[in-house]
C-alpha cells in the first residue's frame, strides 16, 4: 500500500517516532490489511518523491469520528471501542503529533466539520522491507 505523507511527518516516519498513520477510508479500491507493505513516501506525484522506508502492516483498525463546527473531535472509536480521554495523547503521539490538542488541531483544519470514517494503520517499524533495486 502506498502512503504518501506531509511533509511534516517525514522524519518522525524515517526515525520509527511516527509507526501509524491515520486515511479516510473515502473513494479507496484497497483496503489495507496486516501483512500488506506500507511503502512510505513523501512527495509522490511529483518531482519531489523520496522514499521513507517500507514496513509490514501489522495494525488495521476501523477508524470513526466527529469533527464538529467548535473545531472539537467526539465520538472517537478505534474498532468497536470509544477511545478515552486519558488515551488521547498517546494515541495522538503514535501518529507523530506531540500531543491530542496538535492532532485534533491537524484534523479539524485537514477535514473541516464532518464525520470521519477511515483506518488506523500501522507498522512495524523493527521489521523493514528493503526497497528493490530498480
Keep these: 500500500m502506498l502512503l504518501n505523507f506531509q511533509r511534516q511527518f517525514t ?16 473513494q479507496r479500491v484497497h483496503v ?6 506500507a511503502h512510505c513516501y513523501t512527495g ?30 467526539t465520538d472517537l472509536v478505534v474498532g468497536s471501542s470509544p477511545v478515552r480521554a486519558f488515551e488521547l495523547n498517546s494515541m495522538a503521539q503514535a501518529d ?5 490538542s496538535a492532532m485534533e488541531a491537524w ?17 512495524d517499524f523493527g521489521r523493514p522491507i528493503p526497497r528493490k533495486a530498480s
Design 96 to 100: 507523530g503529533f506531540s500531543d491530542w
Design 32 to 37: 489495507p490489511k496486516v501483512g500488506d507493505a
Design 44 to 73: 509522490l506525484r511529483t518531482r519531489n518523491t523520496t522514499w521513507l522506508g517500507t514496513w509490514p502492516i501489522n495494525r488495521v483498525d476501523v477508524l470513526r469520528m466527529t469533527i464538529t463546527d467548535a473545531d472539537r473531535i
Design 107 to 123: 484534523f479539524v483544519r485537514q477535514y473541516g466539520p464532518s464525520e470521519f470514517y477511515g483506518w488506523v494503520i500501522g507498522w
Design 11 to 26: 522524519e518522525s516516519v524515517s526515525t520509527g517516532r511516527k509507526q501509524q498513520t491515520i486515511r479516510s477510508a473515502g
